[in-house]
């Protein structure tokens, strides 16, 4: 366990460049603005983040490999840059199970696996783990999802199935995580059940700085 001042550097980014959000015509594709020009961006997480992606708001954003020019890393938003990009999630957690005590025992790690008819994030010497990334915060309680997920539901049924793990990353300062019942009826009852039978729900504390990604320790999951 880390305190609650420090902070543990798990990985940095690199080649990023900074603009403004100005719309998202859809889930994957948005429009920016950078030295004057608008641009095509990638986009790469599936939720609403109506909060956030706010036009103007700034964002920072790398060179695109595939059909739009530029891709979104994260979005400022009150002083935080936060990090949207669900392709990091996994590489995230890797780097995490170096630093949580829970798992420092693990030998063998296997990545995208199909369990049931979900696949998974990890298996982690025969225990599945999944991971999610929370960017919705109100009144200091991070919440999950932001956006119906019957994926998610999926998926979190698959661990109860197979006595796994569920991680949720959060992205943004937050006193307490929960699931976001208001949006997700039957996500969160999944989540309650997976509690209740004993599968261990990790929250965990993580803030970027506009280069570097940290770790800041696990949070409390709200009661539920």
């Known amino acids: ?13 690199t080649n990023l460049k900074v603009g403004a959000f100005l719309n998202r015509p859809n889930r994957f594709f948005s429009e920016i603005r950078y030295k004057n020009n608008i641009h095509s961006a990638h986009i790469h997480d599936p939720g609403r983040l109506t909060e956030l992606l706010i036009p103007n708001s700034p964002v920072l954003f790398t060179d695109s490999r595939g059909k ?19 392709a990091l999630h996994s590489k995230i957690a ?16 296997e990545k ?21 990334g929370v960017t919705l915060v109100k009144n200091g309680i991070a919440l999950f999802p932001d956006a119906p997920t019957k994926r998610g539901t999926r998926h979190v049924q698959e661990i109860i199935d197979h006595k796994g793990i569920i991680m949720f990353l ?4 937050a006193n307490s995580f929960k699931p976001n019942w208001d949006t997700d009826r039957d996500f969160s009852i999944k989540i309650k059940e997976a509690k209740k039978r004993g599968v261990p729900i990790y929250a965990i504390q993580l803030c970027f700085d506009g280069r570097t990604i940290y770790y800041k320790g696990k949070i409390p999951l709200s009661e539920f």
Do not use: C
């Open 1 to 13: 366990m880390i305190k609650k001042s420090s902070r543990i550097p798990l990985m940095s980014l």
């Open 112 to 132: 995208e696996v199909t369990i049931g008819n979900s696949r998974i994030d990890f298996v982690l010497d025969g225990v599945p783990l999944e991971v999610k």
């Open 170 to 173: 959060v992205f943004r300062k």
């Open 94 to 109: 890797l780097e995490l199970f170096k630093y949580l005590d829970d798992f420092k025992g693990v030998s063998n790690i």
């Open 68 to 86: 739009l020019e530029y891709y979104i890393k994260a979005v400022q938003h009150e002083n935080e840059w936060i990090i949207i990009d669900t």
